[in-house]
Structure formats: structure tokens, C-alpha cells
């Protein structure tokens, strides 16, 4: 594939490390949900941004099944509805793939918009799911964190791409 111009060449993400990313975003999701906020309406879903970018950046490792199964642990923890949370993620897990090459020839910002539809999506499948099951209606603020998670989009994709970008080892042989 031919690289956009201007666009920095990445080193191979390390399994390990999105591993760690994956395990801190659940960690940090069930710290929000036990902290002062509960289970606030209008609260980002960081599990599902870190979902969607690395099925967007490394979707052959990150996809629908690790997604279907991070949406059972966060089901299980949160006590929701067993499958709400699942379904949700291994949506955007799909939508995320679907789009990741196309995605990938935008800058960081148009991207964030790009990824609005696929968190906005998955809150609504989340919200018809919680209505059919019998729940109320939990508000206007149910349609803020896709809105958020649009907006932390550039500060992940640097966070998560920082340590591809580190330099290699220098080499009058080896050009790039």
C-alpha cells in the first residue's frame, strides 16, 4: 500500500502493548463506574475507544471476537443486561474494520469524524437494547459520549501510536 504523503512510517505494534492498552481502558472503565460519577448517562466508554482504534489500526488482531468477548467482562461488571454491552462492541468492532482502510488515508481530525457514525452507532444499538429489555430512558446525556469519544479520537491516536513512532536504530545502510 502506498503511503499517503507526509505520513510517518510506524514500526510493528507490539501484541503485548495492546494488550496492556486493552487491559487499562477495561480497568479504567470499571474505576468510572465505581468512582463518584456510577454509571453516569453522559461518561466515555474508553473500552470501546480502544476497541475501535486498534480494530482500525491492527484489525486482523483486534476485531469482532475480542470485542464480542470484552463486551461479556464489561457486561458482567457493570450487572447490565447480559449481551447490551457485547453486541455493542462487536458492532463497532465490525463497523470499525469495515472502514479501517479508507480511515487511515485521513488526518487524525477528519478521522474523528469518521468514527462519530460508528461510536454513534453502538450507543444507539446499546440504548434500543436497554428499551426493549424494559429500561427507561436514560436522557438527552446518553448522546454525549459518543461526542466525547470523538473528541479524545487525536489524543489516543497519539497516545497509542507513540511508541511505533519511536526511532529506530540508526543506520547509513537502512534509509528509512
Given at each position: 500500500?502506498i503511503?499517503?504523503?507526509?505520513?510517518?512510517?510506524?514500526?510493528?505494534?507490539?501484541?503485548?502493548?495492546?494488550?496492556?492498552?486493552?487491559?487499562?481502558?477495561?480497568?479504567?472503565?470499571?474505576?468510572?463506574?465505581?468512582?463518584?460519577?456510577?454509571?453516569?448517562?453522559?461518561?466515555?466508554?474508553?473500552?470501546?475507544?480502544?476497541?475501535?482504534?486498534?480494530?482500525?489500526?491492527?484489525?486482523?488482531?483486534?476485531?469482532?471476537?475480542i470485542?464480542?468477548?470484552?463486551?461479556?467482562?464489561?457486561?458482567?461488571?457493570?450487572?447490565?443486561?447480559?449481551?447490551?454491552?457485547?453486541?455493542?462492541?462487536?458492532?463497532?468492532?465490525?463497523?470499525?474494520?469495515?472502514?479501517?482502510?479508507?480511515?487511515?488515508?485521513?488526518?487524525?481530525?477528519?478521522?474523528?469524524?469518521?468514527?462519530l457514525?460508528?461510536?454513534?452507532?453502538?450507543?444507539?444499538?446499546?440504548?434500543?437494547?436497554?428499551?426493549?429489555?424494559?429500561?427507561?430512558?436514560?436522557g438527552?446525556?446518553?448522546?454525549?459520549?459518543?461526542?466525547?469519544?470523538?473528541?479524545?479520537w487525536?489524543?489516543?491516536?497519539?497516545?497509542?501510536?507513540?511508541?511505533?513512532?519511536?526511532?529506530p536504530?540508526?543506520?547509513?545502510?537502512?534509509?528509512?
Amino acid at each position: 500500500m502506498i503511503m499517503p504523503r507526509g505520513q510517518q512510517l510506524l514500526l510493528p505494534v507490539s501484541p503485548l502493548f495492546m494488550l496492556l492498552t486493552l487491559v487499562a481502558a477495561f480497568v479504567l472503565d470499571m474505576l468510572q463506574s465505581m468512582s463518584w460519577l456510577g454509571n453516569a448517562a453522559w461518561a466515555p466508554d474508553w473500552l470501546a475507544l480502544v476497541l475501535v482504534f486498534w480494530a482500525i489500526h491492527q484489525p486482523l488482531k483486534v476485531g469482532v471476537g475480542i470485542s464480542f468477548i470484552l463486551g461479556l467482562l464489561t457486561d458482567v461488571h457493570q450487572t447490565s443486561l447480559l449481551g447490551q454491552h457485547a453486541l455493542s462492541y462487536t458492532v463497532q468492532g465490525y463497523l470499525a474494520t469495515m472502514i479501517h482502510r479508507r480511515i487511515l488515508w485521513f488526518d487524525v481530525p477528519s478521522q474523528a469524524l469518521q468514527v462519530l457514525p460508528v461510536f454513534m452507532a453502538a450507543q444507539l444499538l446499546e440504548l434500543s437494547v436497554r428499551i426493549a429489555a424494559g429500561g427507561l430512558f436514560p436522557g438527552w446525556a446518553f448522546l454525549l459520549p459518543p461526542l466525547l469519544q470523538a473528541l479524545m479520537w487525536p489524543l489516543m491516536t497519539v497516545l497509542l501510536l507513540a511508541p511505533q513512532r519511536r526511532a529506530p536504530d540508526p543506520d547509513k545502510h537502512r534509509p528509512l
